[in-house]
């Protein structure tokens, strides 16, 4: 018999970026990165493991956005077009590389990885991803929860209750069209949490969420045992707490597994070290270097001179570092099962993009982790967190804490000097689509069609990505215009719908552009009581 449980979750995410007006669009490349490194490599470790007989279990959240963008035909075919290209710079790597036989090795690894990966991009998953997430879900292997329609960091948007209730309630929406039935679980954008929230949650019918650990250690009143139980809120909605030794043990790149020396160095591409007249042709059209994937050192040290990358002694201390990882959960869990009046849970949510993409090795770790605890041991379970519900109905009543897995741990990576502009012209927003749902809620026709084009817009501007890379200084020009540009298109709409004049080629122009949510309603941006939203 187990002595507790793991409830490991991957939060998968990216920006809605589609640009068909442009053949080639830079920021596409996040997708397609994301695709080669990170999905693909998961989905086929997760079926290898199923088809092994493997009984794991795993937590993922699939945001509205990345979805979206996965089923998209423009965006299969432009991704596609990059993993050619990949694969054609592949072949001359390995020509290029034949003299030494250190770079040879990983030229030819990565060179067959890409013929790999596009083998079951076409073949086994037939380009659709989702359909493959999808059929795990259906064995039992994985539950997949919602999350926000546009990631919007919902603590800022706040001050606008519909607007709350519309990112919760498409992402709903479009959960049940992907997926083909009700979320039981609900990411927050950023683990992005207030009090009142799970009102919310709990009235549009989602049954628990994840916070990070002090939004539980500081509920009131106090959980009696921390972390390692659920809490009920006064709704009723069911909250689970992060692991912070479990996070800092795979999320830190100076204490955890990442920054291990034998691990690959991600910022070291041939795009960047190679004469630009033969990296041409695999960069950027207009001659930026992006990176290719060809990366052949390892992190080596706190030096610019990098030692070759070796991927058998990354395999190596892979395994090892999923050896620890179980270990470490093991003690714990006998630890806290001495004092508990049931088993212990130990909740370790991460970013999907981190393995694969960030840590390259990481798809590798987490199947050695899930094989080490499925097949070497006995004392802890993988389980997810709707089956530790059914298994454990009954918990304390308590309200959580204001709280986020931001830097700090609250909502200063989203609102300070960088990024603070956005709020006020976002809270607008929400108003004008409020008032434009209320009034013209009969609409049909063109109407009907600028209203839609409306809510996605203000949706679109809402993303919590944008005020992100702000924080940051990472690509903010292209995150400015994002904002400006979709609320921009929101206030001309809304002149257009109340004069009754509407430019239905610019109409179909943006429709094109902005395609996501095809079905959406905007009674959504009524608020949550409304009895339209309750039908």
């Known amino acids: 018999m187990a002595k507790g449980y793991l409830a490991i979750v991957l939060h998968a995410h990216l920006p809605f970026v589609r640009h068909p007006e442009h053949d080639g669009f830079l920021e596409e490349n996040w997708l397609f990165e994301a695709i080669t490194e990170t999905y693909i490599p998961l989905l086929l470790a ?3 493991l199923e088809e092994q007989g493997t009984d794991f279990r795993l937590t993922l959240s699939i945001t509205p956005t990345l979805a979206s963008m996965l089923n998209d035909q423009l965006l299969q075919s432009r991704y596609l077009r990059r993993l050619e290209k990949l694969i054609e710079l592949g072949d001359k790597e390995c ?13 030819r690894m990565y060179h067959k990885r890409l013929i790999e990966v596009r083998a079951a991009f076409l073949d086994r998953y ?3 991803l989702i359909k493959a997430f999808r ?5 039992g292997k994985i539950e997949i929860i919602a999350s926000a329609a546009t990631h919007g960091y919902l603590p800022l948007l706040a001050l606008n209750g519909s607007a709350v209730s519309a990112q919760v309630r498409l992402g709903i929406d479009n959960y049940r069209h992907m997926f083909g039935r009700r979320p039981d679980g609900f990411w927050l954008p950023e683990c992005g ?8 949650l709990k009235e549009l019918g989602i049954r628990f969420i994840i916070l990070e650990t002090h939004g539980v250690t500081h509920a009131r009143p106090r959980p009696k045992h921390g972390i390692h139980a659920p809490l009920y ?3 009723g909605l069911a909250v689970f707490g992060r692991d912070p030794e479990s996070s800092k043990q795979v999320w830190s790149s100076t204490e955890g597994y990442p920054g291990d020396h034998d691990y690959r160095e991600f910022y070291r591409d041939i795009a960047y070290d190679l004469d630009l007249d033969y990296i041409r042709p695999y960069i950027h059209r207009d001659g930026i270097r992006i990176d290719t994937g060809f990366k052949y050192f390892r992190i080596t040290g706190k030096t610019d001179n990098k030692e070759v990358y070796i991927h058998e002694a990354a395999r190596k201390k892979a395994e090892i570092h999923a050896g620890n990882f179980v270990f470490n959960r093991s003690q714990k869990i006998g630890l806290l099962s001495k004092n508990m009046d049931r088993k212990p849970l130990v909740v370790a949510p991460y970013d999907a993009e981190l393995f694969g993409h960030w840590w390259h090795e990481g798809p590798l770790w987490l199947e050695n982790v899930i094989r080490k605890i499925c097949l070497g041991q006995k004392s802890v379970r993988m389980i997810t967190l709707s089956e530790y519900l059914e298994e454990y109905p009954v918990n304390q009543l308590s309200v959580p804490s204001a709280s986020s897995w931001g830097h700090e741990g609250f909502h200063n990576v989203w609102l300070n000097g960088s990024n603070d502009w956005i709020y006020p012209h ?3 927003g929400a108003v004008i689509m409020e008032d434009l749902a209320r009034r013209f809620r009969d609409a049909n026709g063109l109407k009907q069609r ?7 817009e203000l949706l679109l501007a809402q993303a919590s990505d944008w005020a992100f890379m702000l924080n940051r200084g990472v690509m903010t020009e292209y995150a400015e215009t994002r904002v400006r540009t979709h609320l921009h298109r929101l206030l001309r709409l809304k002149e257009e719908i109340e004069r009754g004049k509407i430019d239905e080629g610019r109409l179909s122009e943006i429709e094109g552009q902005d395609n996501i949510f095809p079905g959406i309603d905007p009674q959504a941006f009524l608020p949550v009581t409304d009895s339209t939203l309750k039908a």
Do not use: M, N, V, W
Not at 193 to 200: A, E, T, V
């Open 193 to 200: 949490f207030y009090p009142g929230l799970d009102i919310i």
């Open 46 to 48: 997760l079926d290898t």
């Open 95 to 107: 020509r290029r590389t034949r003299p030494e036989p250190a770079f040879s090795r990983l030229a």
């Open 126 to 128: 037939d380009r659709d």
């Open 135 to 139: 059929r795990l879900q259906d064995t």
């Open 450 to 456: 600028a209203l839609k084009q409306a809510a996605r």
């Open 233 to 235: 809120c006064p709704s």
């Open 426 to 428: 976002l809270h607008r």
